[in-house]
């Protein structure tokens, strides 16, 4: 990272005397290129991160961004001038037996907007054979997840949208999931919820 200072100092300057303006200057600066290390910042430009990266808290990011390497994205971030569908939760060990739930998958974000595009259901436990019934808040309804048979990492499904109408789902509300008429015997499954906020 370069900093483009107000005065270029150079070796004729040895032995002068900086003035509060030259001071000033430079603390500025500063202070408005480097980067903090804590506290909220607004970092603006064309930034490349690389290596293993954690972005926490509310962070926005803008403009022609690249993201390299193993990057963590926590807390409430917002991508714009460039869209993407992410992975917004991952929820193990669901109950899929009938009668079980509602379990929630997902709360939006307080202030955001959420479009659900699609969803997997994986690493199951044991058989969903009879689950043919499989409610999602706000998106799709009696969802036939009774193929699902082969256990563990060795099976999933995506169900998407499929060019239905759907509602975006609110701030603060719950995205979940109901066993209307459950798997027969006793399984759990892991589900990941994707999409955008806004």
Known sequence: MSITYTKDFSSTDDGSVLSGADLENIQADLNSQVAALAGTQTVTGNKTFSGTCVFSGGNTHSGANTFSGVNTFSGNNLFTGRSCIALLSTTASVDMKAAAGPTTLYTVPAGKTAIITHVVIRTISASLAGGT?????????????????????????????????????????????????????????TIDTFGYTF
């Not at 969802?143 to 109408?165: E, G, K, M």
């Open 133 to 189: 019934d499989f409610d999602f808040t706000g998106w799709k309804q009696t969802v036939d997840l009774s193929s699902i048979t082969s256990a563990f990492a060795t099976s999933f499904i995506c169900i998407d949208c499929n060019n239905a109408v759907y509602t975006p789902a609110v701030a603060s509300s719950t995205f979940q999931i109901t066993n209307s008429t459950g798997a027969t015997g006793t399984a759990t499954a």
